[in-house]
């Protein structure tokens, strides 16, 4: 174990020295095909069509002098707090210089390489900012990361290009998420993703937290043991935390999970049921409707509106909610915590040994672990209509995104995650499972029939009549639906 600690800090430190882009090994389908190489060093590093004779990460651009141009990109300011762009800023106040550092490494290659200077956008209202542009047009910037759920309203105001149409843009390369780009397409055009030129989109990504003395005090089944046996359910995770729930009226009590009304959305995601499915020719229809949606979202609602006993609410907490519910995890008064890895950073000031695990299976006959991702605060990357010159913007956009896969996205995941945030060596293993199946569901991005907010109403209300709820806006989501399909159609 100490050996594997001891490279772990060789690896923080060489990465953070000297920006080390080889350190962090991506699986994509570009990897499948590579082949190896050595590096200067008689090391073998991985080539494919992706990485140059280095193993880094290059965009197949053309060698092009812009002539000192400014690429101007529209960002959240800090404004946004957790979720401000740390991406393409250099004052990050959750990760400090680790992620500041790497920003200001890939903006210097890309500017050298290609000549350029970028220069980022703060907007206190990214949504707002975008709308008045593509009606004004007065050249504020040359891209934008609004959140992916204002990207789907941008979107479906027809106010972004597809970013298929550029030939400088290839969405098939491992630094876009092939998920995401995957879940918001429409009939095959895409008019925003996400992936490495951004960390918001593994930021966000569900996880849950466990309470590891509270596993060997109660003499629990290892949570790591069953993820890896494919028996970590939805109905073991419930099993768990009742079992460690105290009774309400102890003084020290303690629950079985800290939650909030919205994350019976996770719930059901994780078990790979969406709102939107694709047809044929990649339109997305109502999928939630059938019989194992129903009957997933109505078990889940049933326990969660007999959670009274053994969990809590972030919302029927004091005031500041997340912070109060945030400590009944930290102070050690709960086995289970449904926790973006925002969350997870967080904990590095608190003094609890804790676990990370992925989101529960439905049932042992489901395939894969799923990590639902909405997209309420994750960035999205967007070429507006309303840009000067949209080839230049998509050759940037490329650039960074490629430069990103070698700075941003290790610094973030090996050092902060690996190297600081994780306190053993089995949540490795699970932040692979979790990071390997983000899940996205275009339904939640487009919110179509406001169906988070409908989940969460019952969960509220303590609720699972999930038929008559959803029977009262199934229309409205079909109608909206064919809203899009036609404008993107037309």
Request: with cysteine.
């Amino acid at each position: 174990m100490f050996g594997k600690y001891f490279g772990r800090f060789v690896a923080t430190v060489l990465l953070v020295a000297v920006f080390s882009c080889t350190l962090f090994s991506c699986k994509s389908a570009g990897d499948e095909s590579s082949s190896p190489a050595s590096d200067a060093s008689g090391s073998t590093v991985e080539v494919d069509a992706y990485r140059d004779e280095n193993g880094n990460y290059k965009a197949a651009l053309p060698d092009k002098d812009w002539g000192e141009r400014e690429f101007r990109i529209l960002v959240r300011s800090q404004k946004f707090g957790t979720y401000q762009s740390d991406d393409f800023t250099t004052h990050s106040t959750m990760y400090g210089d680790l992620i500041n550092d790497q920003v200001f490494e890939r903006n210097a290659r890309v500017e050298e390489r290609y000549n350029v200077k970028i220069v980022p956008v703060l907007s206190d209202s990214p949504l707002t900012d975008i709308r008045t542009e593509v009606m004004a047009g007065t050249d504020m910037f040359d891209a934008a990361m609004p959140t992916l759920r204002e990207a789907a309203v941008l979107a479906g105001e027809g106010s972004l290009y597809d970013l298929r149409s550029f030939a400088y843009i290839d969405l098939e390369a491992p630094w876009w998420d092939k998920n995401a780009t995957e879940a918001f397409s429409f009939g095959n055009a895409v008019y925003f993703t996400t992936g490495d030129i951004t960390i918001l989109n593994k930021v966000c990504t569900n996880s849950i937290l466990f309470n590891k003395d509270i596993i060997k005090n109660n003499n629990m089944e290892d949570p790591y043991a069953l993820v890896r046996e494919h028996k970590w359910t939805f109905d073991k995770l419930v099993e768990m935390a009742k079992a460690a729930a105290t009774d309400p009226s102890e003084e020290n009590r303690v629950y079985g999970m800290v939650s909030s009304y919205y994350d019976v959305q996770g719930l059901i995601g994780s078990t790979g049921t969406t709102i939107c499915k694709k047809d044929e020719n990649d339109y997305p229809y109502l999928s939630f409707g059938d019989e194992r949606s129903q009957t997933i979202a109505r078990r889940i609602l049933e326990t969660f509106a007999d959670s009274g006993s053994w969990a809590i609410y972030a919302q029927e907490c004091e005031e500041p909610i997340w912070d109060t519910s945030f400590a009944i995890f930290y102070e050690g008064d709960a086995l289970f915590r449904i926790s973006a890895f925002s969350a997870t950073t967080k904990m590095r000031a608190y003094d609890i040994d804790f676990g990370i695990l992925p989101l529960p299976l439905w049932n042992e006959d489901q395939e894969n672990y799923y990590s639902y991702c909405g997209t309420g605060e994750v960035a999205g990357l967007t070429i507006p209509i309303c840009v000067s010159d949209p080839e230049f913007s998509a050759f940037i956009v490329e650039a960074c995104a490629a430069e990103a896969k070698n700075t941003l996205t290790p610094a973030y995941y090996e050092v902060n995650l690996l190297g600081r945030d994780v306190r053993d060596d089995e949540s490795e293993e699970m932040l692979d499972i979790i990071f390997d199946n983000i899940l996205y569901d275009a339904g939640e991005a487009y919110d179509f029939g406001q169906m988070g907010t409908v989940l969460a109403t019952l969960v509220q209300n303590r609720s699972a009549d999930i038929t008559s709820a959803f029977d009262a806006v199934r229309d409205q989501i079909n109608a909206e639906i064919q809203d899009i399909i036609d404008l993107y159609k037309n």
